[in-house]
């Protein structure tokens, strides 16, 4: 309620940078682009999360060459985090999947329980070991749901796609 009344109905300009803040991206020895995150360390204490320290990584959204919009990727940024909580009974797990023995213990505990209501699954996953977490976590979507499609995947007798024919 504090950003509404500093702000207006969505107080984003008390809690985001101004919606045209460009800043110029520091160069960075990486050439992958990955999404926005903050650093990944074991203690935040002894971590720089200096803007031109963060941004390293940066290469969406880009607003020109070697620029980066700060609101826009301050809003990726927190868009990993936009997932609903359910009510306080509701059956749940969080689980870190940053090496691959991690990933195999939290998916044979969800084996195990079925009844869970809700999965929060931190991928921060190291670069070494996403191609076999990845593997995991397909496997176990697969055991899960196999070939049943979601409400807005389904298609409609008549329908190629999504698209009517």
């Given amino acids: 309620m504090a ?3 500093k702000s207006g ?10 919606k045209d803040q460009i800043v110029d991206r520091p160069s960075s020895s990486s050439t992958v682009a990955q999404p926005p995150h903050l650093p ?11 803007l031109e320290s963060v941004l390293k990584a940066a290469r ?11 609101r826009t990727w301050s809003l990726l940024l927190l868009s990993k985090y936009q997932y609903m909580s359910g009510e306080g009974e509701s059956p749940s ?3 870190s999947l940053k090496q691959p023995f991690q990933a195999d213990n939290t998916f044979k505990y969800l084996r195990q329980n079925p009844q869970l209501g809700m999965i929060c699954l ?5 670069d070494s070991a ?3 977490i990845g593997e995991l976590l397909h496997e176990w979507l697969e055991e899960r749901w196999g070939e049943e499609r979601a409400w807005w995947e ?5 329908e190629k796609h999504g698209m009517v024919v």
Avoid: Y
């Avoid at 969406?60 to 700060?70: I, W």
């Avoid at 931190?122 to 190291?126: I, L, Q, R, S, T």
């Fill in 93 to 95: 797990h969080f689980a």
């Fill in 154 to 158: 389904k298609v409609e007798e008549g």
């Fill in 130 to 132: 996403a191609d076999q």
């Fill in 40 to 50: 990944l360390t074991r203690s935040w204490e002894t971590t720089d999360f200096a």
């Fill in 9 to 18: 109905k969505r107080g984003l300009s008390a809690f985001l940078p101004h």
């Fill in 122 to 126: 931190n991928d921060d996953e190291a």
């Fill in 3 to 5: 950003l509404v009344n």
């Fill in 60 to 70: 969406e959204p880009a607003a020109g060459d070697g620029q980066v919009n700060l």
